[in-house]
């Protein structure tokens, strides 16, 4: 088989990211953790978009919020669901991989990062949602996809975890328009994220996309009127 070639390194918050290639394929490494994505294997990203977009449908004018940038298969999904008229904002923390995906890696996407839609914030979502969340005068997201390196798992801190903590909940709740969607990749069902959804005020359901062997998870919650408790579905 060939071997990858290394195309391109970064720092990474006190690790190293580093890209390859093979042939057609690519992937994104970093020391110590192994491989965080490959260009062969994004359909739990697809239906985390598809998802989050089908269930706000008909809206004029939505607004979308994705966490997390990496080779751009999830907002290149996103935006094929959407009309021109959308507005999508990609928060990213390493400056490097949105030069990648504007590089090497535009064509696994079609350019998705320069779609005249997109704007592209350098820095931690989890912060960003929280400055929306408490400032009223700014606008609501309609949907909020989570497509992070790691997402929800038992060792999360229930309370205090910046991304899936009842804080952090709290945050997207207030951040997410009336009937918002919130939609988190996975790579396994977490019954603890799951419950802490129901518990700030979402519907919840998750999928399992693919067929057969390993699936990751997406996680589905949809906002609910104050008075309204959220049950949970396979």
Known sequence: MIPFTEIDKADDHGGIMRLYQRGEEWSIRVDRQGELMNSRAHNSEDVLAE?????IAGRRSPRLLVGGLGMGFTLRAVLDELPASAAVTVAELNSTVVDWCRGPLATLTGGAVDDPRVTVAIGDVAELVRRVARDPGLPRFDAIVFDLYKGPHHRS?????????SRAIA?????LAPQGVFTVWGENFEAGFDRR???GGF?????RPGRGGYRHVVFIARKQPASRSGRSRR
């Open 203 to 207: 519907a919840t359901s998750h999928e």
């Open 197 to 199: 959804l129901q518990a």
């Open 171 to 175: 945050a997207v709740h207030a951040a």
């Open 157 to 165: 801190d229930s309370l205090r975890d910046p991304l899936y903590g």
């Open 51 to 55: 998802m989050a977009c089908a269930l």
